[in-house]
């Protein structure tokens, strides 16, 4: 999962997978904003890199 995608960035697109299925997101950026960091891994069961 990209953090930043047009129409539904990764952190919501997170939240959504999250919220439908058992799945678990890995979520890799290039991006060093702290927001980014801190809000990918409160979206669900999520494993940030």
């Not at 960035?9 to 702290?34: N, P």
Request: glycine fraction near 4%; hydrophobic fraction near 45%; charge should be positive.
């Amino acid at each position: 999962m990209d953090i930043r995608m047009p129409m539904l960035d990764g952190v919501a697109a997170t939240a959504e997978i999250c919220r439908r299925t058992r799945a678990k997101v890995l979520v890799l950026t290039t991006y060093d904003l702290d927001d980014h960091v801190y809000r990918a891994p409160r979206a669900g069961p999520a494993v940030s890199c």
